[in-house]
């Protein structure tokens, strides 16, 4: 390999903060704190040189490291690379994970096994997007699994037990249909392989699995990857999980789940069931949108009912990503450039909302929506911070959620006009809920109690500050995430639409 | 094939000649009082013996396969896999002995029976004729019998003893009956001579099915599948605890040896890696109804289970259905994935009872709510508990861990033999047992422990073995490559 292996650097480097961790006595509790936040800064760095590095103007595979031979009993590889449908989530994965170090400053239980288990995270999500081998993905994908566990069950709030297994069971149950799906890939694609651009190549010609070749089996592992991947968005009716894991999940993670876990789902069907299934996706299309305007709809509506702050919060992502699920399935090029858009817009918007939350949960020790009010009026600086946040979840103009939101739309006019404009819908009922949230909140009358509660502080502050510059920055000039991303989606896109491609070359129509 | 006469063949059997050498041993080390009195002598010359008996193995795995002593055993890679593994599980089964507060008293004898039980184990895998199987599985079963009663003054000891005799008697009854009906079918007892005849020969089927199934109650019995497996949580939960834990590895994969040698040497014919069922009976349905059974009941019931030692029996029980599952693939892989299943169910089973035999002896009970709070009962117990956790995600079969590799192979078998029911039956089976494996992890971490005492300490070694033992469980989760070699020629059967 001529180059520095940026790639592994950026998914292995937190780990090296783990063996010295371990040796720090556990009182140092700064100390570990330190060590932890300059564990991610590598991966930090490698994802702006990638931001700065990644060509533009292609859609291919970049910064490959492999394919090399792991077990070549199964063929199994060690494939690193991105593309436009991965590095974005690549850098949202590094950003967030630092600020979520930051974010867990306030932790004081059991701090050197939280942030061990924090760095196994980030390694977990940075596999996940970065790996080009399925067996290799789905071994991040899960390893992911087991630190989540555990900083919701050991560090999350009173009904921890509970959201902790409930989200392990749901993510689990997902994930095996995907283990099988991705057996039947090996055995049943040419040559044996588990490497998903071989995969994909093989899809352009004959289909991977058109060996075993039945359409019923064909959609059949749709589904299972489908499923596997729909539990992580969550599509409803997959969704329950979220609320409580969201929920009870302490703030940085709620932040992880919300900001890069979710976006694991849609990127998987984008890499997985787009790319490999072409035919079987576009035959399915329908659903896709169908889902994605429910998940709109109910999610919008399940907020507005909500009294819990942070579980408000957690529906509007429900709503947040059925709009990625609708700009995926218009087939158009605005909508999947949306969709994608939309994944990293909703990272940093809904990451600065439960930030929000954990700030004035950690003052007031409650989150009961109807038990505040006037808080603008003895922490103004606090009240700024929500109000951008809140008018970029709403997708006012000017600012990130805007543009993708309205991307979305254009796709899905095209494509499905009912559906859209049912989806449409949602703009009002997210204004209402977020606006109703910053009135009750924010507005009215300070209760006596809080009168002495102390305004944001410059740590709270500096976790917002980045991710502020970025929904400011891309609702003004979207083009630098825009233009990685759309060479890749794109293609995709066009393979989608083109018929004969997919129909005569697999033949089944 | 290579069919060899009695002298010849004690070359071939040079490892279990010198096991039994040192059965003998053991007894005459013992004679003298002052002997007699060292705890550590009659252990010692045991695993002595076994890492011997090891080196002997390695030494003749070179040989060309063959049947010994005119075909009562065969002798190939296959069996060869068996012995290291037989082996290996009696020196843990010996190192967790040493440490259990059960067994501080445990004389000479204990320790050379574990040893009888570990000649009759590869003896079983090697077995090529109907006697052969049913006498060796006999020696496995007689001398555990008295393992699991060893604790003369345990009123449950003695009760798991009697109801394994019972149970045992009644299946070695019905096998042998069953095995005297494909004799009386075929007119043979060796294997190679069984398959030629119903080749050739149209076989009454309905004799022939009923034989089978009657023999297979008697494997069911020693790998613990449904409908067989009732002895199995009270004599886990009776025994001694380390040797519940050699029940649950050694004799489980030796009767997991014959089921497989069994079926594809004796009743199927290789064709192209797939191996064709003979004519009568579908062996592959039959063996995906025992499995589905299986690992549904284990995997069901442990929910509920409170005792650890009858948690980890369901557990056990579950786990002989995934490989009953392989087993029904009928392919080369199945063979392999279940000799891998049995090296990664090895390390992780032998982990979580040596965790097990950890916390009852430092607790004193043996119910799970003794787990509560591990993790923060000192460093010991953060260390224990941490190594349970990872034994206990590797049987759920989550990555990186051996027990992932071991499900990936099976299901790998399944899914090439096409049987997708049965994967997906399988699959779901692994969420619901995280469930209850998730429990046990609950407690340890998320629990607040019941006192501030912390973990006693039980010596450096034990909780070294354990944190071995983890160690090799995340190791050969993320590279397997020997193992993949290795299981690779080992699943060479002598066909």
Known sequence: ?509 | MHVLNNADSLWYFLPELWLSAVFVAIFLFDLPKQWSENRRLSPGIAAVGLLVYIALTLYIWEFPSAVAFHGMIAVDPFTNFFRIFSAAAALGAIFLSYKSVELKDARAEYWALLLGVTIGMPMLAASNNLLMIYLSMELVSILSFILVGYLSGSKQSSEAALKYVLYGATASGIMIYGLSLIFGVTGTLDAFEIRAFLLSNPAERLPLFVGLLMTFAGFGYKVSAVPFHMWAPDVYQGAPTPVAAFLSVGPKAAGFAIVLRFIYTALSLKQDGDFIPLKFVDISSLLAVFAVATMTLGNFVAIQQNNIKRFLAYSSIAHAGYMLMAAAALNTEAIQAVIFYLISYFIMNLGAFGAAVYVINAMGSEDISAFKGLSKRGRGGLIVAVTMALFLFSLTGLPPTIGFIGKFYLFSAVIQAKLYWLAVVGVLNSVVSLYYYAKIVKLMFFDEPADEQALSSQGFSFSGVLVGLAAATVIFGIYWRFLSVWTSASSNLLL
């Open chain 1, 1 to 509: 390999m001529e180059h520095l292996p940026i790639l592994t650097i950026t998914t292995f480097a937190p780990l090296i903060g783990i063996p010295i961790l371990a040796l720090i006595p556990k009182a140092k509790v700064n100390l570990i704190r330190w060590v932890a936040l300059l564990s991610t800064l590598p991966s930090l760095a490698a994802a702006v040189y990638i931001f700065f590095r990644f060509d533009r103007g292609t859609a291919d595979i970049q910064m490959a490291e492999g394919p090399l031979n792991w077990i070549p009993a199964f063929n199994i590889q060690y494939y690193l690379g991105v593309d436009g449908v991965s590095v974005t989530m690549v850098i949202l994965t590094a950003l967030i994970s630092t600020i979520c170090i930051i974010a867990s400053w306030g932790i004081v239980k059991q701090v050197k096994g939280y942030m061990v288990l924090f760095l196994l995270l980030e390694t977990g999500m940075m596999g996940t997007f970065l790996a080009l081998d399925f067996f290799l993905f789905f071994v991040f994908w899960e390893v992911m699994l087991l630190p989540m566990y555990f900083l919701i069950g050991i560090w999350g709030g009173p009904r921890r037990e509970y959201a902790a297994i409930k989200f392990f069971l749901y993510t689990m149950f997902g994930s095996v249909l995907m283990l099988l799906v991705m057996v039947a890939f090996y055995f049943y694609s040419e040559g044996h392989t588990f490497n998903i651009i071989a995969l994909q190549n093989l899809s352009l010609h004959q289909g991977p699995l058109s060996v075993e070749g039945g359409h019923a089996f064909r959609t059949a592992c749709w589904i299972g990857l489908f499923i596997g991947f729909a539990i992580k968005v969550p599509v409803f009716p997959f969704h329950t999980w979220l609320p409580d894991a969201h929920v009870e999940a302490p703030t940085a993670i709620s932040v992880i789940l919300a900001g890069v876990l979710l976006k694991m789902g849609t990127y998987g069907m984008l890499r997985f069931n787009y790319q490999l299934f072409p035919d079987i996706t576009v035959e399915l299309i329908n659903w896709i949108a169908v889902l994605g305007v429910i998940n709109i709809i109910y999610g919008a509506l399940c907020a507005m009912a909500q009294k819990d702050f942070k579980k408000l919060i957690a529906y509007s992502s429900v709503s947040h990503m059925g709009f990625v699920l609708l700009g995926m399935a218009s087939l158009t090029s605005e909508g999947i450039n949306g969709a994608v858009l939309q994944m990293f817009n909703h990272g940093t918007i809904t990451a600065q909302l439960f930030l929000i939350v954990g700030i004035i949960y950690d003052r007031a020790h409650h989150r009961d929506i109807n038990g505040f009010g006037g808080l603008a009026s003895n922490m103004p600086k606090y009240a700024v911070w929500t109000t951008l946040a809140f008018f970029a979840a709403v997708g006012l103009p000017g600012l990130s959620g805007f543009i993708s939101e309205v991307l979305i739309f254009l796709g899905g006019f095209k494509t499905f006009p009912w559906l859209t404009a049912l989806a449409v819908t949602s703009v009002v009922l997210t204004a209402g809920y977020m606006l109703w949230t910053l009135q009750r909140i924010y507005l009215g009358k300070l209760p006596e109690k809080y009168k002495d509660l102390p305004d944001i502080n410059r740590r709270e502050a500096l976790c917002l500050l980045p991710l502020v510059i970025i929904v400011v920055v891309l609702g003004v000039w979207p083009k630098p995430i825009l233009a990685m991303m759309s060479a890749s989606l794109d293609n995709i896109n066009h393979v989608l639409l083109n018929p004969s491609n997919v129909a005569t070359l697999i033949g089944w129509h």
